[in-house]
C-alpha cells in the first residue's frame, strides 16, 4: 500500500518506508555519486592548498596550530552540528552543511591570498586579522564538510542502499574518495607551481562557488527523484544524553554503543598511524621538495587505499566481515 506523504510531519519521521529504488536507476546512482566525488574533490584539493598556505604564511608553527584549532572545533561542536541534523530533515540539514562547507571555503580562500599579497608588499595592518579570520572559517569549513560526507556516506547511503549492497556501495564511496585524492594533489601541485599560490587560491574559491550550486542542484534534485530520503526512519531511542549534545553527553552517548568497542579498537588504530596530513606536507616544503613533487607523494598514497578499498570488498565476499576484518588487523602489524 503506497504512503501518504503528506502525513510525514516537519521532522521528516515515519515509521513504515517505501520500497527501494536507488539501486534500479542509474540517474540517481549518477547524482549520489557525483556530488559525494565533488564533496570530496573540495575537500582534497583544499587541505593541500590550506597545509601549503599555511607553511608559507608561517612555517611549521602556523600549521600546526590551524590544524589543532580544526580539531578543538571538531570535538567540541561536531556533536551539536550532529543533533541539529537529526532534528531536522534531511533536505533542510543537507543544504545548510553545504553551505557551511562552502561558503567559509570561499572566503578562506580570498582571506589568505590577500594576506599572502600583504606580506609581498610588507603592508602589514590587515594581515594578522585576516590571517586570524582565514584560520576561523577553515576551521568552520572543515566542520561543514565533515558533516557533509557524514550525511552522504553515514546516513543517505544506508536509506539508499539495497539488502547486501552497503558494503559494496561503501567501498565504490571510498575508491571515489580516494581516488579524488590520487587526482586532485596533481593537479593541485601543478597549479601552484604553475601559478603560484595566490592563483591557485582564486581557482579554488571560483570552484567551490561552482561545486556549491552544482552538489545544491543534484542533492534536490535526488531528494526529489527518491522519496525514501524525505522520510526518516525511527528505530528506538538512545535514553542516555540524547538531548545533551555537549562533549561529555557525546562521549558518555559514544560509550553506550553497542559498537563502543570496535569504535575504541578503531580509534586506538589511527593512533599508530601517521597520516601524510598538512604537517607533512608543510615539513616537505620546509626540506627543498616542489610542490609537485608533494602532489606525487600523496597521489601514491591514496593510490595505496583504493587498492585496500577494492581488496577489501572482495574478501569480504569470499570470507566474511568479522574474518576479513581479523585478517587486516593481523597484516597490519605483520
Not at 557525546?250 to 570496535?262: C, E, G
Request: glycine share 8%; with cysteine.
Amino acid at each position: 500500500m503506497p504512503i501518504d506523504y503528506g502525513s510525514i510531519d516537519k521532522r521528516g519521521t515515519y515509521l513504515e518506508l517505501p520500497p527501494l529504488t536507488m539501486p534500479q536507476n542509474s540517474f540517481n546512482n549518477f547524482l549520489f555519486y557525483s556530488t559525494y566525488t565533488l564533496t570530496c574533490l573540495e575537500d582534497r584539493a583544499w587541505s593541500f592548498a590550506l597545509a601549503l598556505a599555511m607553511q608559507s604564511l608561517g612555517g611549521m608553527r602556523l600549521v600546526s596550530i590551524q590544524q589543532f584549532a580544526e580539531g578543538i572545533a571538531c570535538i567540541i561542536l561536531s556533536g551539536i552540528i550532529g543533533k541539529h541534523c537529526d532534528n531536522v530533515s534531511r533536505k533542510k540539514s543537507i543544504i545548510q552543511v553545504v553551505a557551511m562547507n562552502n561558503a567559509p571555503l570561499i572566503f578562506a580562500c580570498l582571506c589568505f591570498t590577500v594576506c599572502l599579497s600583504l606580506r609581498e608588499t610588507g603592508f602589514n595592518l590587515l594581515y594578522t586579522p585576516l590571517l586570524g579570520l582565514g584560520m576561523v572559517l577553515s576551521a568552520i569549513n572543515r566542520l561543514g564538510l565533515n558533516q557533509e560526507k557524514n550525511c552522504l556516506a553515514r546516513d543517505w547511503v544506508v536509506v539508499l542502499a539495497k539488502s547486501g549492497t552497503l558494503s559494496r556501495l561503501n567501498a565504490i564511496l571510498i575508491s571515489l574518495d580516494q581516488l579524488t585524492n590520487v587526482i586532485t594533489p596533481l593537479i593541485a601541485g601543478a597549479l601552484i607551481s604553475l601559478l603560484r599560490l595566490q592563483t591557485t587560491l582564486v581557482i579554488l574559491g571560483i570552484t567551490g562557488l561552482a561545486t556549491m550550486l552544482l552538489k545544491g542542484i543534484a542533492l534536490i534534485a535526488l531528494l526529489k527523484r527518491e522519496p525514501r530520503l524525505l522520510v526518516k526512519e525511527v528505530k528506538g531511542e538512545l535514553v542516555v544524553n540524547h538531548d545533551d549534545p555537549s562533549v561529555p553527553g557525546v562521549l558518555a552517548t559514544y560509550w553506550h554503543q553497542k559498537i563502543f568497542s570496535a569504535a575504541f579498537g578503531l580509534a586506538l588504530l589511527f593512533m599508530t598511524v601517521l597520516s601524510f596530513d598538512g604537517l607533512a606536507l608543510g615539513y616537505g616544503q620546509s626540506a627543498g621538495l616542489s610542490d609537485t613533487v608533494l602532489g606525487g607523494f600523496k597521489s601514491f598514497s591514496s593510490l595505496c587505499g583504493i587498492l585496500g578499498a577494492i581488496s577489501y570488498a572482495f574478501v569480504e565476499r569470499q570470507i566474511g566481515v568479522r574474518k576479513t576484518g581479523f585478517f587486516g588487523f593481523t597484516k597490519y602489524y605483520f
